[in-house]
T-cell receptor, first 114, second 114 residues
Framework: KNQVEQSPQSLIILEGKNCTLQ??????????LRWYKQDTGRGPVSLTI?????NTKSNGRYTATLDADTKQSSLHITASQLSDSASYIC?????????????FGAGTRLAVHP | SQTIHQWPATLVQPVGSPLSLECTVE??????LYWYRQAAGRGLQLLFY??????ISSEVPQNLSASRPQDRQFILSSKKLLLSDSGFYLC?????????????FGNGTRLTVT
């Protein structure tokens, strides 16, 4: 079964600290993996998209890694800011199928406290 | 630049009443359009997608329907709402025929059916 599991479900950190969010998937065949940031009450915004051949990709203070062998990805946030408080969603795209080939994780809810 | 508008932001409707949610995209032509529903603690669920005017594909049998009367307009409807239709509805667009095109989401509609 094609699934995307994220951990932890929620996380609280202090401003300025780093954190790492995890994503494990069983989607096959694999095409690409995406991370989105979703502020409360808003739509998700794309952070990164990685293909099979990419191990790491950065977007400012956000760095995503991908291990296609173990089917794991992580999102590392450096020097967290209050504005990083949001849900972070991992999405895996299957290599075949129609437009329903994006499998969404349930997200990790991050709270950054001052 | 491209923008996506979705309205209303919140909606409270009684059971059995009709529904119409609208989404429009600006700054791009012939986008792929999507309706997603987001339930608390679960990943986004694709409801409908469209690759062109009048072309609608449904992913999940349900009480809802979608229409695309114009190239950049996507409408989600129901004739009679059910309690189970409550949720956060997101419209999105992507560039057609580009495997790595990210989804660009609107800010969603919070629907509460009472």
């Amino acid at each position: 079964k094609n699934q995307v599991e994220q951990s932890p479900q929620s996380l609280i950190i202090l401003e300025g600290k780093n954190c790492t969010l995890q994503c494990n998937y069983t989607v096959s065949p694999f095409s690409n993996l995406r991370w989105y940031k979703q502020d409360t009450g808003r739509g998700p915004v794309s952070l990164t998209i990685m293909t099979f051949s990419e191990n790491t990709k950065s977007n400012g203070r956000y760095t995503a890694t991908l291990d296609a062998d173990t089917k794991q990805s992580s999102l590392h946030i450096t020097a967290s800011q209050l504005s990083d408080s949001a849900s972070y969603i991992c999405v895996v795209s299957r290599g075949q199928g129609g437009y329903n080939k994006l499998i969404f994780g349930a997200g990790t809810r991050l709270a950054v406290h001052p | 630049s491209q923008t996506i508008h979705q309205w209303p932001a919140t909606l409270v409707q009684p059971v059995g009443s009709p529904l119409s949610l609208e989404c429009t995209v600006e700054g791009t032509s012939n986008p792929n359009l999507y309706w997603y529903r987001q339930a608390a603690g679960r990943g986004l669920q694709l409801l409908f997608y469209s690759v062109g005017i009048g072309q609608i594909s449904s992913e999940v049998p349900q009480n809802l329907s979608a229409s695309r009367p114009q190239d950049r307009q996507f409408i989600l409807s129901s004739k009679k709402l059910l309690l189970s239709d409550s949720g956060f509805y997101l419209c999105a667009w992507s560039v057609p025929w580009r495997e790595l095109s990210p989804l660009h989401f609107g800010n969603g509609t919070r629907l509460t059916v009472t």
